[in-house]
């Protein structure tokens, strides 16, 4: 099969590659949420007002909600990155409303985070399912969706050997001492993952982004 490789500086970039392409699959490689919620208004106003380069800084932190509004998608997002964000909204939140955490209430803010992204699927806000990898296999997911109209999105800094060649890292825990306790270690995916799952699912497209070079 023919494959056709992207690579953009920005995440949001790929979105037109990735659109243009109309998948039924996309796989996207993340260590980031990128999901904020945007209504069609709030759009048209950045689509028809923002220039190209400021829209697509904009629409960063959006990738992965629009991703999934026209196409079934996974993110594939480590665990310990997931929790890390679940936390640090919630931190937010603490900060706001004088809320306290202890090591008890981890779990249940994580738990809760994953319930609220599937209301936003049961609603159908998007279409997004999150595979936690590492520590999940990756090639189960990659058996799950090979053989269909399938397209595969980096973001480079889902992988360790990125994490000084990437536009945006996640803050290091050890850096922020009041709320770093209750943050979990960072483990991130690797090369090799990335690697493999393309080899497993073949896709046509694949998308990169975010890689910085020194």
Same mark, same amino acid.
């Given at each position: 099969?023919?494959?056709?490789? !992207? &690579?953009?500086?920005?995440? @949001?970039? @790929?979105?037109?590659?990735?659109?243009?392409?109309?998948?039924?699959?996309?796989?996207?490689?993340?260590?980031?949420?990128?999901?904020?919620?945007?209504?069609?208004?709030?759009? +048209? !106003?950045?689509?028809?007002?923002?220039?190209?380069?400021?829209?697509?800084?904009?629409?960063?932190?959006?990738?992965?909600?629009?991703?999934?509004?026209?196409? +079934? #998608?996974? %993110?594939?997002?480590?665990?310990?990155?997931?929790?890390?964000? #679940?936390?640090?909204?919630? #931190? +937010?939140?603490?900060?706001?409303?004088?809320?306290? $955490?202890?090591?008890?209430? !981890?779990?249940?803010?994580?738990?809760?985070?994953?319930? *609220?992204?599937?209301?936003?699927?049961?609603?159908?806000?998007?279409? %997004?399912? *999150?595979?936690? @990898?590492?520590?999940?296999? $990756?090639?189960?997911?990659?058996?799950?969706?090979?053989?269909?109209?399938?397209?595969?999105? !980096?973001?480079?800094? /889902?992988?360790?050997?990125?994490?000084?060649?990437? /536009?945006?890292?996640?803050?290091?825990?050890?850096?922020?001492?009041?709320?770093?306790?209750?943050?979990?270690? &960072?483990?991130?995916?690797?090369?090799?993952?990335? $690697?493999? *799952?393309?080899?497993?699912?073949?896709?046509?497209?694949?998308?990169?982004?975010?890689? *910085?070079?020194?």
């Amino acid at each position: 099969m023919n494959k056709k490789v !992207v &690579l953009n500086s920005l995440h @949001s970039s @790929s979105l037109k590659y990735i659109r243009d392409y109309e998948p039924d699959l996309i796989v996207s490689l993340d260590s980031h949420l990128d999901i904020q919620f945007m209504v069609e208004e709030t759009w +048209k !106003v950045i689509k028809e007002r923002a220039p190209q380069d400021l829209r697509e800084v904009m629409l960063r932190a959006y990738v992965h909600f629009m991703m999934s509004r026209n196409a +079934k #998608a996974y %993110l594939v997002i480590p665990k310990t990155c997931f929790e890390f964000h #679940a936390l640090h909204d919630f #931190a +937010k939140a603490r900060q706001l409303f004088d809320l306290d $955490i202890t090591r008890k209430t !981890v779990r249940s803010i994580v738990g809760n985070y994953r319930n *609220l992204l599937r209301k936003m699927r049961d609603l159908g806000l998007m279409d %997004l399912s *999150l595979y936690l @990898s590492p520590p999940k296999n $990756i090639k189960k997911l990659a058996d799950k969706v090979k053989g269909k109209n399938t397209i595969v999105d !980096v973001d480079v800094d /889902y992988m360790g050997e990125f994490q000084g060649e990437c /536009y945006t890292t996640l803050p290091d825990p050890k850096e922020e001492p009041e709320k770093g306790r209750f943050y979990p270690e &960072l483990k991130f995916g690797s090369e090799g993952d990335v $690697i493999r *799952l393309i080899k497993l699912i073949d896709p046509p497209l694949i998308t990169i982004s975010e890689y *910085l070079p020194e």
